[in-house]
């Protein structure tokens, strides 16, 4: 850790590696694992372009009833002589985006979400959406069980909407920064502004620059003005970055942002097939490396159905004991994850969360239930992390603790990323998932008996430093990053999409039992 004077250096938003001057001196030595990664990508991951294409829109010259309106945005059925439907089938409907005045639209982009609900039943299912490019879209449901369902589509994001996420990904190099804390000798304390790029810190030419030697990745704070580098001691939130305009912020107001259609169909009945009311799930158990369906499951009766595999239901205490006795989970990420711990502690008595005398929002946690031999780790990843006061010690980064694990069959990894990278462009969360990639890889190599799963992001977030668009775009880079690799993946992003419920960055408990009762299939398939 050292102090570089003067130091003038660029970021390319589009491009995958930040390329950063390897002449730093390391943070003070800390235990760390002999293996390095590689930061290695699949060939699907080192073309962004293609990769997270959206439709392009053209301005809207300032005009804001030019825009995609929720409420003269219209649907019907594709085939309106349909007059019955049968369970297996599938309904078709074409949405016409239109503007605030009721004129058609001539292109796409617009970010909507399609659902066919059977609020009866307590089911749902992701309808797919597909952009025609022309100001028309294709929607498609299948018909996954018997009786009433009721066509339901919201408006997220106008296409100018995303015309201004899209701007703010791709131009600002971050929308918040963060806080560092240096302590001396004496307990005298000196706070700075830190980011993931010097020139971010107002102060680019006097910076502390910090290594993470196990994933490489680089942290910059401000030079305090008379404690040295070393002395940085904690961590937290900063501020968020005033990057829109009047009519940008306009474009992304409450009133026009996920925001529910008017009724375009009346509600089907979908008949019995073979005097089955239900599809059921695929036969197989749920393994890591089975391909991802889509939609990847459905509600029924407020149980997520998998279409994957054999997801199982485990209602009772004894059944989630029964299934993780004997293993050491580690989960890693977001709070969103660590809603799976909490809901875990609180629904097993007898999972007792120990005391390590951490700051709660980024841990360390840890519960055991030491009867059956069950202990439970959440952690936060490192840096960039919105959080309170924590100390920086405790901010472990993923691939560090990735490396110290020996794995084998009673070992379960749990990554969550996503909901604290959509402040920068897509490259910083691509170098992260280099060399996380390259770690799992790298776990699963050494004992392939490991099981590892990857908690796709949830919806939730709707303004400029953190949106449903940005999430959409993440999830793209998580799938691409493992998609050679035998892991699991738990679609949360389907998961909370599918029932007429609030968007909540933290789901409630319905969610969070179904996202949990399918990482344990995993881990106990039959």
Known sequence: MIVIVGSVIAICILYIRVSWPNSMVPLPPQPRPTCKSSGSLPKELLDLT?????????????????????QTSTYHLRDRSQASYTLGG???????????????????????????????????????????????Y?????????????????LIHSSEAVRVLRGIWRDQWATVDFMGYFR???GYEEIVTCNVNPLLTGEEESTCHYKDEDSGELWFCARPPTLPCNSLVGHSSGHYWNVTTPHEEALLAWNVTDKVLPQGISPIWVAKESNKSLVLSPRQ??????????????????VWHSLSCSGRSFSTVDSILGCLAGHVVHMMGDSTLRQWWEYLRDTVPSLKPMDLHTTYQTGPLMAVETAR????????????????????????SVVRELGGLAGGPHTVVVLGLGAHFTTFPPSVFVQRL?????????????????????KLANTGYKSVYGSDWFTLQVNRLLRAAFADLRVAFVDAWEMTSSLALPDRIHPGRLIVRNEVNFLLSFICPI
């Open 50 to 70: 293609h990769l997270l294409h959206w439709p392009p829109t053209p301005g809207d010259a300032g005009d804001l009833l030019a825009s995609t309106s929720p």
């Open 90 to 136: 599938s309904l078709e409907a074409i949405l016409v985006a239109r503007d605030h005045q009721g004129r058609p639209k001539t292109c796409g982009g617009d970010l909507f979400r399609a659902q066919l609900l059977g609020p009866h039943l307590k089911a749902g299912v992701p309808g797919d959406i597909q952009d025609l490019e022309n100001g028309t």
């Open 138 to 154: 294709l929607l498609s449901f299948p018909l996954l069980w018997a009786g009433q369902a009721q066509v339901r589509v919201q």
């Open 184 to 186: 001396g000798p004496t």
């Open 285 to 302: 158990p749920c393994h890591p490396g089975i391909p991802g369906p889509k939609p990847s499951g459905f509600y029924h009766q407020d």
């Open 373 to 396: 031999g069950i202990v439970l780790h959440w952690r936060a990843h490192s840096w960039p992390l919105r959080s309170l006061h924590t100390p920086v010690a405790s901010l472990h």
């Open 434 to 454: 280099a060399g996380i990639r390259a770690a799992v890889a790298a776990l699963l190599a050494r004992e392939p008996r490991t099981l590892v799963v990857i």
